[in-house]
């Protein structure tokens, strides 16, 4: 088998010079995997002693591909292209039955590769910046604890594929499920799905909760934000969510939008005008046209008991209501009342309600990441195989993390790497 990690040595950088290459960036995203040792764990997740190429190397490369911009499998011959810089690279054919190897066993020892490389960055992030990033608000950062925003997204298929189908859009493709970490944009886990999987299953929830948790290091598991959209607001959910809150020495906090039902509905219109606050802008300033209430009170101690005793004790609704935009999709009773109204659970117990309702409302930048994903790989699954595809996906969340990481490390530290960070032109091997 060959070497995996020596390609980069006798590589020069320059700021210019003639006999310089393209996709130069590949070399900082390539390195790091090296150095952090995310191709080694790869290396060992996929080894095998009887191939030439290292099957490691093989998807770390194909994740770098994607990258820089990847589409299908056969882009990994753009680095190919350049040997002169990145040494022997697996070529298309060999980059196809290395994902047809990986079978659920291998990804995952993938996922724990990940996971144990993923401890060793935020301990240089730590070590660099002093803390991993803070969990940002319009009212200011939300420090030492680790937020988690889990959100499904619909990926189109034109041709047939298994397990692609119908979704609930009328489109069809697949449907997988994703979780970010909101403090670094790093994408802990993806549940790859068919495209008639449903948006509030509660089991793929509870999974990637779980898997999300998993993929954070030991010491950072121990103070969370979990927020979800209305997908998420399901008796299993709460109560796992609850649970993991119950355990001795972590708190597990959760933001959940909830279902505006006929019990919310007769809350909403049983609560005094004096009732509401202003919702905050995106600047933390009161808003005029948006205003912010709680219902648990009403809900709980109602007339003809107590309407949310079938959820958490523990667990309150807020309600934040805004004027009718057009062509807003509503129900009767919203257009009756002139209002929009958005329910959310939370089991947060203290706290201004503006503010609560605005962490709620940092969840849309999940939609950030998610769309950067797609522009990252996702949006294409290259293969009619379905195990092939799931492979292409765990290699896309390799590259949404190498991503990540090289913002986290500002294109990496000079001396970590060996090179100087604002230098972009390499030098081929003569």
């Not at 990637?208 to 993929?215: G, K, L, P, S, T």
Request: net charge neutral.
């Amino acid at each position: 088998m060959q070497t995996t990690t020596d390609w980069s040595k006798g590589l020069d950088i320059e700021v210019r010079g003639d006999d310089v290459v393209s996709h130069t960036g590949t070399v900082i995203t390539r390195m790091l995997a090296d150095r952090t040792g995310l191709t080694g764990e790869l290396s060992d997740a996929l080894a095998r002693p009887d191939v030439i190429h290292d099957r490691g190397r093989v998807l770390a490369d194909l994740s770098l591909a994607i990258a820089d911009g990847a589409t299908s499998i056969s882009d990994i011959g753009v680095l190919g292209d350049q040997q002169r810089i990145l040494g022997p690279v697996a070529s298309t054919s060999t980059t196809w039955r290395t994902l047809n190897e990986i079978d659920v066993q291998a990804i995952k020892r993938i996922t724990a590769a990940r996971n144990r490389t993923r401890t060793k960055v935020w301990s240089l992030i730590e070590a660099r910046h002093g803390s991993v990033p803070p969990i940002a608000t319009c009212y200011g950062d939300i420090d030492a604890v680790i937020g988690i925003r889990i959100d499904a997204t619909l990926v189109n298929s034109y041709s047939d594929k298994q397990q692609a189908a119908g979704n609930f859009k009328g489109g069809y493709g697949f449907h997988p499920l994703t979780a970010w970490c909101d403090n670094t944009g790093e994408c802990l886990a993806i549940i790859a799905r068919p495209g008639n999987a449903g948006s509030n299953t509660a089991a793929d929830h509870i999974e990637i909760i779980d898997a999300a948790i998993a993929a954070l290091p030991a010491k950072y598991r121990r103070n969370l934000l979990i927020t979800i959209d209305g997908a998420g607001s399901s008796h299993k959910v709460i109560e796992h969510l609850t649970e993991l809150n119950a355990r001795s020495g972590f708190t597990v906090e959760y933001s959940v939008g909830f279902d505006l039902d006929k019990r919310v509905r007769g809350a909403i219109a049983a609560l005094p005008e004096q009732a509401w606050e202003p919702a905050l802008d995106h600047t933390g300033a009161p808003r005029q046209d948006a205003q912010v209430a709680e219902v648990t009170g009403l809900l709980r101690d109602s007339v003809g008991g107590d309407k949310l005793g079938s959820w958490p004790a523990g667990m309150r609704i807020l309600i934040r209501r805004e004027p009718i935009e057009e062509g807003t999709q509503l129900s009767l009773f919203e257009q009756l009342a002139g209002y929009r109204y958005q329910p959310i659970a939370t089991n947060t117990a203290s706290g201004q309600l503006q503010r609560l309702e605005a962490r709620h409302r940092a969840h849309a930048r999940v939609e950030g990441f998610i769309r950067c994903a797609k522009a990252t790989g996702l949006a294409t699954w290259p293969s009619s195989a379905w195990s092939i595809n799931t492979a292409w996906v765990a290699a896309v969340a390799i590259a949404c993390d190498l991503l990540c990481w090289c913002y986290a490390f500002e294109l990496m530290s000079q001396t970590w790497l060996k090179i100087p960070s604002h230098s972009w032109a390499c030098r081929a091997r003569s």
